[in-house]
Structures are given as structure tokens and as C-alpha cells.
């Protein structure tokens, strides 16, 4: 009998132990776990209320509908979601939480007070940034980029996680046929790509970093461009790290991190993929491969 596994991301509790767990395998990440734990933290009373972030818990008969609409049309369920939906207080108050949360523990931290500034005066509108983040409105955040100084990767960051509780819940709830059949190269859940996948039982699963949603893809495939051609797709191997892999395509330069489970020698906890294998991404910029969209 095939073994059934779990495919959804650990509840916020789960996390934060995970995260205590892998500051022991991993200190030489210390500082970034150290970090990622307190932003779970912080997450933590949305993540355990009923809510998740939104106005309304959602039911079972709305979930299924944006489940079905997600299949049948292959798109994620994130592109049927209105920002109406989600409690403008809440991602406000997380998302100045968050930011003097960066201004104490990141380097360079006190560029943000400008922008700390405007969330506590509420001079930022956090229905524009939540449609920003569901439309993939990336010009939005480079206009808040410009105002404050601020790097618009960091900006997006303080937002989007405000809404993962949210979208963590449904990737526990997706049904395992949903992802089994899913065979796209972006998340069902979110919409996000990931640079990051796990080889289990001979299947390569894109590994969702943001909603932890675990989703089957083509081993020949580029996630990036969607070529399939066996003589430009090629693979980087590492003898001393058996466990790690690079896959790229020669026709866009981009590359992925591939996770062997089978042979790991230090247990990678979901949701810790891209921050536990740092080193791989500095070794595909040493053979000159990139992350750059096409």
C-alpha cells in the first residue's frame, strides 16, 4: 500500500518548534532562523483565530467552490479571491508589527522608519496593497519603494506575509487528487513559483515557501519557461552534498533547488527549504545561473 503523505503546511505552533529544531542542525543560519521564528510569533494570533485574517472564517461550501474553480480552470485559488474578503485592521496592525520587528533584527533596519511612520498614521492603504498582492502588481510596490527608500522585495514581504496564515489554511484543506493533478509549474494555492523542490518516492514536488502547499510537477520541465527539451534541461550534482541538486535550463538560465528526502543527512523541515540551502543558490551563481524570470 502506497504511503500517504501530507503534502500541507504544519500549523504556526508546529513551525515555531521546527524552526527551535533546525537552529540546532543549522547554526550556521542562527540569525536568519532566529528571525523567522520571531515574524512566526508574531503571526501567531492570526494563525490560531478562526479568521485567519479575513472577515469571515471561510466555510466548507466556499472552499470547495474555489477548489473546483482552481482545478477546472488551472488557475490558483488565490486568482479567485477579492481583497474584500481580508480584515484591513489586522493586515495593518501585522504589518507594523512586523516592520519594527525588521528595524530591530535586520541589518539596515532603520530605513524603515519612514514607512513605519505612515502605517502607524494609517497613511498607507492596505485594500491597495492586498490587491497589489493578489493581482501580482508589482508597479504598486515599486511606487512605495520610491516614496520610502525602501527595497520593494522588503515592502512586498512585510505584506504578503500578513495574508500566509490565510492562505496556509488552504493549503491544509486542498484535497491530495488536487495536488497530484495539478501539474503546473506554479502553486495551486497561491500562485507563487518556488525555487525549491523534493524528490520523494522518484516524484519531484515544487515545494511552496510562502503557503507550504507541496504540488506535483514533470521532472523534465522548466519551471520558469515551460521547456521540456531534454538537451537544454541539465543538472548540477554536488559529491560532497549527495542531497542537494541543481537543475536549470540552458534556454533562460534559470535554475531550481532539488531536495533528494531519501538522502539528507540533516532533516529540512517544510517552510525551511530556501533558507537551509543558502549555499546552493551561491553555488549556482558561481556556474553563473540565475533566478531571473524569462
Known amino acids: 500500500m502506497e504511503e500517504v503523505i501530507d503534502l500541507s503546511r504544519s500549523t504556526i505552533e508546529e513551525q515555531i518548534r521546527e524552526v527551535d529544531s533546525a537552529a540546532e542542525d ?12 520571531a515574524i512566526l510569533e508574531i503571526l501567531m494570533p492570526i494563525a490560531k483565530s478562526p479568521k485567519k ?11 470547495n467552490n474555489l477548489q473546483e474553480k482552481a482545478a477546472a480552470s488551472k488557475k490558483p485559488i488565490s486568482s479567485f479571491l477579492y481583497s ?3 480584515d484591513e485592521d489586522t493586515v495593518l496592525s501585522i504589518a507594523r508589527d512586523i516592520t519594527q520587528c525588521l528595524m530591530r533584527r535586520r541589518p539596515g533596519g532603520e530605513a524603515l522608519e519612514g514607512f513605519l511612520k505612515a502605517l502607524e498614521k494609517e497613511e498607507i492603504n492596505a485594500r491597495d496593497a492586498i490587491e497589489a498582492i493578489l493581482e501580482e502588481d508589482a508597479a504598486w510596490f515599486q511606487h512605495l519603494s520610491e516614496r520610502f527608500g525602501v527595497e520593494s522585495s ?3 514581504f512585510i505584506f504578503d506575509t500578513t495574508l500566509r496564515p490565510f492562505f496556509e489554511e488552504i ?9 497530484e493533478t ?3 509549474p506554479f502553486c495551486p494555492v497561491c500562485g507563487r513559483t518556488s525555487n525549491v523542490a523534493r ?3 522518484r516524484k519531484r514536488y515544487m515545494t511552496c515557501t510562502y503557503c507550504g502547499a507541496e504540488y506535483l510537477v514533470d521532472l523534465f520541465l522548466c519551471v520558469n519557461c515551460g521547456n521540456k527539451d531534454p538537451y537544454t534541461l541539465g543538472f548540477i550534482t554536488f559529491e560532497e552534498h549527495p542531497e542537494y541538486e541543481l537543475n536549470y535550463c540552458e534556454k533562460c538560465d534559470h535554475y531550481i533547488k532539488i531536495v533528494y528526502e531519501e538522502r539528507l543527512r540533516r532533516r529540512i523541515p517544510k517552510g525551511l527549504e530556501g533558507l537551509l540551502t543558502q549555499e546552493l543558490d551561491i553555488l549556482a551563481e558561481e556556474n553563473k545561473l540565475s533566478l531571473s524570470r524569462t
Open 154 to 156: 522588503l515592502l512586498l
Open 199 to 201: 524528490i520523494r518516492q
Open 84 to 86: 474584500s474578503i481580508f
Open 26 to 37: 543549522y547554526p550556521e543560519h542562527l540569525n536568519l532562523l532566529t528571525l523567522h521564528k
Open 182 to 184: 495539478w501539474w503546473e
Open 53 to 63: 485574517g479575513a472577515r469571515e472564517a471561510l466555510s466548507g461550501e466556499a472552499f
Open 171 to 179: 493549503a491544509r484543506k486542498v484535497e491530495s487528487v488536487f495536488i
